[in-house]
Nanobody, 122 residues
Framework: QVQLVESGGGLVQAGGSLRLSCVAS????????MGWFRQAPGKEREFVAA?????YYADSVKGRFTISRDNAKNTMYLQMNSLKPEDTAVYYC??????????????????WGQGTQVTVSS
C-alpha cells in the first residue's frame, strides 16, 4: 500500500512563499508521475502541477509555482511563490496510475495524501 504524506502548509501573506513536501512510501516512487492538486471550500478538486519525465502546470500557477522531485528521498516538492488569496486551499499530493504521460484529471490518480492547508491572506 502506498502512503503519501504532505507537509509545509500554513498561513502566509499575499506575495509570500511556501514550499510543500510530499513523502511517499514504497520502492517505485521514481516510476510514477506525481501530481499536486488543490481544493478550495465549495469547489471541486483541481489540478495544480505534475512531474514525470517533464513537468506540467495549470495556467493559474504557471510562472509562480515550481514542482520538483528527489527520487532518492521519495519526495516531491511544490515551491509556491507570489502567492495570492485565490491560492487558498487544501493541497493534496497524488500518484498517477501507471503510464508515462502526465494526466490532469483527478480520476487518473489513485493514491492521495491527507492534504495540507494553505491560507493566503490579503
Amino acid at each position: 500500500q502506498v502512503q503519501l504524506v504532505e507537509s509545509g502548509g500554513g498561513l502566509v501573506q499575499a506575495g509570500g512563499s511556501l514550499r510543500l513536501s510530499c513523502v511517499a512510501s514504497g520502492r517505485t516512487f521514481s516510476s510514477y508521475v506525481m501530481g499536486w492538486f488543490r481544493q478550495a471550500p465549495g469547489k471541486e478538486r483541481e489540478f495544480v502541477a505534475a512531474i514525470g519525465g517533464s513537468t506540467y502546470y495549470a495556467d493559474s500557477v504557471k510562472g509562480r509555482f515550481t514542482i520538483s522531485r528527489d527520487n532518492a528521498k521519495n519526495t516531491m516538492y511544490l515551491q509556491m511563490n507570489s502567492l495570492k488569496p485565490e491560492d487558498t486551499a487544501v493541497y493534496y499530493c497524488a500518484r498517477q496510475r501507471a503510464g508515462g504521460w502526465i494526466a490532469t484529471r483527478v480520476e487518473n490518480y489513485n493514491y492521495w495524501g491527507q492534504g495540507t492547508q494553505v491560507t493566503v491572506s490579503s
